[in-house]
């Protein structure tokens, strides 16, 4: 088991100004070479700059302001972290200045219904989710998963010498009668393993399906978690990009929450918000929504699981970067605040819905309905297809997946990237039940996405006709 670190332990005297030390083991600050960072920030459109409502994909504001950070900035009072901390070595839960923000919007957002909840800074979702597993499995344990998963996490239960239980997802996310069907009939002897006790879910507009679970749902999923004392973890990096629904024909504008708080509203909420028994460990990420060379997340959860990560923590990742914990710290405390941030998160979703909407629009004009589906999603950045494999002329020869490679392999001749359902699948195991694609609708330009749509289409029709 792991003990606290005795160094970082000491360290925390340092605090006191009177302290004569000679224990650390810290550089000197004014040897750091570097003396001065600075940055400039994008300010996003305040709720009166947003107030009718409407959103034409006219960006986020111009306007920017400046951070500004050297060694001495916190004695002159212009920052409360300068580079004499952020250049030095850190605890293991980040710096204390950021984390107090992303604590009190975890609190505003979720609003923790345990007491002893507490967060601690990840290195992004996927280190989060490594060190989790780390702690909550041993070898030869099942981890409970959706049926498709973003593939790393799945990968990184391999050398724990564990292994994913896929549970098949409908348009309202994990089956939860399915889930139960598994854990009330487990039997140690057949399965060779015990029973799981980790779920690992991303609950909205899910890698790689776009799923967002409905409330309904979630509150089915935590439900059979305290029956069967399983813990959950939230892996919810898309959770501020939840759109409203897809229409076809609209006007030209998309309609935007004139406060923040009327956004607040309208997000489905968390599991950790009616978590009452610190059974859910929720994972927010810098990635989707600032930037993912952040390499910053930050972990929410029962208290004593935040202590186990944080001294995991302290024997591997140590802290985040600092460099990239000033960036954060000049954009959302020194130049942003709460309310700017949740002002970002509201423009950052309305750019994204008109992205999902351009995507959707291309499918419903170029794809051949009576070949390929799909659920328009609600969240997230990525759009879900399958292809009927029956109506396929090759369905004799070739099984989906080798099907599913085939389609692939002739799109990228074509210049068409676009992701083969298969490649996500979270147990190589188990049998595919369809035929499906994933595409994202976050990173390229309307235009292209459009085009490369347009061009997959043909490619399908091209394929069904052989
Ligand atoms: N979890 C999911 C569901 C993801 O889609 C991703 C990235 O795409 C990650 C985790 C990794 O996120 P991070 O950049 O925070 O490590």
């Given at each position: 088991m792991r003990r606290a670190s005795r160094l970082k332990m000491a360290s925390a005297?340092?605090?006191?100004?009177?302290m004569k030390s000679l224990a650390a083991g810290l550089p000197a600050a004014e040897l750091f070479p570097i003396a001065r960072l600075s940055g400039s920030v994008l300010m996003p459109k305040s709720e009166p700059e947003r107030s009718s409502g409407s959103w034409k994909g006219d960006g986020l504001l111009t306007e920017t302001v400046m951070f500004d950070k050297d060694k001495q900035s916190t004695q002159r009072g212009s920052t409360k972290y300068d580079l004499s901390k952020a250049l030095q070595y850190e605890q293991g839960s980040g710096a204390r200045q950021l984390l107090s923000f992303l604590k009190e919007h975890t609190k505003h957002i979720h609003?923790?219904?345990?007491?002893?909840w507490d967060c601690t800074m990840s290195g992004g979702n996927m280190q989060a989710i490594e060190t989790i597993f780390r702690m909550l499995v041993t070898a030869g344990d099942y981890v409970i998963m959706e049926e498709f998963v973003f593939p790393e996490t799945a990968d990184c239960l391999r050398p724990m010498r564990c292994k994913p239980l896929p549970i098949p997802i409908d348009e309202f996310g994990i089956r939860v009668d399915l889930l139960e069907e598994v854990l009330s009939s487990w039997d140690f002897t057949t399965r060779g393993a015990k029973r799981p006790t980790v779920i690992y879910t991303v609950p909205t507009g899910q890698n790689p399906t776009g799923v967002t679970m409905n409330v309904a749902r979630r509150r089915d999923l935590y439900a059979m978690a305290c029956k069967y004392d399983m813990i959950i973890i939230e892996d919810d990096p898309y959770y501020f990009l939840q759109m409203p629904k897809y229409q076809?024909?609209?006007?030209n504008w998309i309609s935007v929450p004139k406060s923040n708080k009327d956004f607040l509203e309208s997000l489905v909420p968390s599991m950790l918000s009616f978590d009452?028994?610190?059974?859910v460990l929720r994972l927010d990420s810098?990635?989707?929504?600032?930037?993912?060379?952040?390499r910053c997340g930050w972990i929410t959860g029962s208290n004593q699981f935040i202590e186990r990560i944080l001294r995991h923590n302290e024997v591997s990742l140590q802290a985040p970067s600092g460099l990239s914990m000033a960036v954060l710290h000049g954009l959302l405390v020194d130049c942003w605040g709460q309310d700017n941030y949740l002002n970002w998160l509201v423009n950052l979703r309305a750019e994204y819905t008109i992205r999902r909407n351009a995507i959707l629009d291309a499918m419903e004009d170029y794809l051949p309905k009576d070949i390929v589906s799909w659920v328009p999603p609600t969240a997230g950045m990525f759009v879900w297809m399958e292809l009927d494999?029956?109506?396929?002329?090759l369905k004799e020869e070739l099984s989906i997946e080798a099907l599913e490679y085939k389609i692939y392999e002739e799109s990228v001749v074509n210049k068409v990237l676009i992701l083969p359902g298969g490649w996500f699948k979270s147990s190589e195991f188990s049998r595919p039940r369809g035929m499906y694609f994933r595409a994202t609708f976050a990173s390229v330009s309307q235009d292209i996405m459009r085009l490369a749509i347009q061009e997959f289409a043909q490619i399908v029709k091209v394929s069904y006709k052989k």
């Open positions: 005297y340092l605090a006191d100004p009177e609003n923790p219904k345990f007491l002893d076809r024909n609209r006007e009452v028994e610190g059974r810098c990635s989707k929504v600032v930037a993912p060379g952040t494999y029956e109506k396929h002329p």
